[in-house]
Structure formats: C-alpha cells, structure tokens
C-alpha cells in the first residue's frame, strides 16, 4: 500500500501511526473526524485486531463512528464513557502556542466536547496545516437553523469591533442545500483571513445568540504530531516543551487497509 500512497497521504498517516503509540490498554479513547483522523481509526483498528489493545472509542461524528465499527474499534456515548484519557483529532490550523481552527469537516461541535473532557489532546496533522497567525482557514462557527441569517448579521457586526482582517460570512452548503451538522444545526465559515486574538474572538463569538459553538481550539491542544511525505514525524509536546524526530517505517504496513474505506 505504501507505493500508493500519495506525499500527503503518506504525512496524515505517519502522523496517526506515531500518534498511536500514546494509546495504552484500558484507555477511552476519543476518535476525531476527517483524513488525517481517518488514518487513526484505521490504525487503533489494526491494533484491536491484531494485538489485542483493548480500548473503547467515543467518535465525535458519525463518520467516525461508522468508521469505527467497519475497523473493530468498540464504541461507547461520551455519557457512557464520561471523561476519556486521550483525544486524537485533525485540525485545519493549528499555531505555535498549539491554538487551532477545526471544523473543516463540520464536526467542531463534537470535536470540542470530546476533547474538553479528555486527559490529553493529540492534533495530528501535516506542515501545511501550520501557520503564524490563525485564520487564512475560513474560521467555521455552528449556529442553530432558526433566524441563521439574523445570527448571521449580528456575527458580521460583532466582527468590526475585533482584531480580524476579514468579515465576510459564508453559510456552507451542500450542493443546493445547507450543511446540517450531526447535531442538525449549520455552518457559517468567517472569512476572516487574520485573527489577531483568538482567545477574545472564540468569547465573543460564543456570547451572540444563536451560536452553538465556533472551531477556535484555545488551550486544548497538548501536543501535535506533524507528518512528512518522506515518513519523518516531528512531535510537540506544548506541556514539556519537548520536540521530537523520529522516522516511521511505512513498509511494515504495508497492505494494512486495503479492504477498509472510509
Ligand atoms: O476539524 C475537522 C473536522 O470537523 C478535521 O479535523 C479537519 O477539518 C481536518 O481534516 P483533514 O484531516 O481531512 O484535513
């Protein structure tokens, strides 16, 4: 499979296999959403299967979930679970004080519950998804159906009092129809191309009625794994300062996943 793998296939995957190593026996494991987090369900998966891990997943979507059940990973409710050891996720930004922007994949909603009750935060990503200052990724914020549009007008001028370069507001569609996130809401994506205080904007944000939840990640995130193409992953750990480098040997995959879509 690893001469199939495309450069940036090649980066999400490393990353989620070097993210694995933190999963022990017994842990509650909270199971991001997208690409990169895909690689990581399949890998946990492979683990279960093959090794014997025993751990129990809470997905923050149904993608995830259904994902997790194709792999073998046993699934439980947040409620169930209560409080998780660890979370893995995706993200679409993420900047050196380990502050992200998620939601890409529409799952911010989710993704931030999970997360918040977890231990630990694991972003997985590729160097494409590091930036200077927040923001060149359309910042998605869930807002509620009802009066979406005058929600929408209040954000946009509640964004000419804040430190951001951009205020143009985009409901995300698909197709002809809205996105309608897991929890049947939808979302608006901010353009705002520089977020000078993401602490401020994701308050701020989260004070206008309407608003469920928006993808600022502030201090959740403690360590990210950044993957290359070449197999190389470079670990921040944000707690301990620490940066790792370390080579993942991609062969001894080899064949892993053919049978499992996303
Ligand atoms: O936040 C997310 C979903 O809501 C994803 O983690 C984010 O969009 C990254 O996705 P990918 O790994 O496919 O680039």
Redesign the pocket.
């Known amino acids: 499979m690893s001469g199939t793998l495309s450069p940036i296939d090649k980066a ?1 995957f490393v990353a989620a296999k070097r993210a694995v190593d933190y999963v022990e026996d017994g842990m509650k494991v909270g199971l ?7 690689w990581m369900v399949k890998c946990l998966g492979e683990m279960v299967r093959n090794d014997g891990l025993k751990i129990t997943g809470v997905a ?2 149904s993608r995830t979930a259904e994902l997790a059940q194709k792999v073998g990973v046993p699934i439980v409710t947040l409620d169930e679970a209560k409080w998780l050891d660890l979370t893995i ?4 930004e993420y900047d050196h004080n380990l502050n992200l922007i ?7 909603l989710m ?1 931030k519950i999970v997360a918040t009750a977890s231990d630990q935060m694991i972003v ?2 590729d160097l494409s ?1 590091q930036v200077e200052t927040l923001g060149a990724f359309p910042l ?1 914020v869930e807002v509620i159906p009802f009066g979406w549009q005058t929600t929408k007008a209040l954000i946009e001028e509640t964004l000419v009092n804040l430190d951001v370069l951009g205020r143009n507001t985009t409901l995300r569609m698909n197709g002809a129809t809205p996105c309608i996130t897991d929890e049947g809401n939808y979302i608006l994506d901010l353009h705002l191309r520089r977020i000078g205080n993401p602490r401020q904007l994701s308050l701020v944000m989260n004070q206008i009625p309407g608003v469920v939840e928006n ?1 600022l990640f502030i201090d959740i995130c403690d360590v990210v794994v950044i993957g290359n193409g070449d197999g190389s992953v470079e670990v921040r750990d944000i707690n301990n300062g620490t940066v790792e480098h370390e080579q993942i040997d991609v062969q001894e995959t080899d064949n892993l996943f053919v049978d499992i879509a996303d």
Request: no cysteine; hydrophobic share 25%; glycine share 26%.
């Open positions: 999400k991001g959403t997208g690409s990169t987090a895909a923050t979507s996720d995706g993200t679409d998620k939601g890409g994949g529409a799952a911010l993704e997985i990503a998804k998605p993808g």
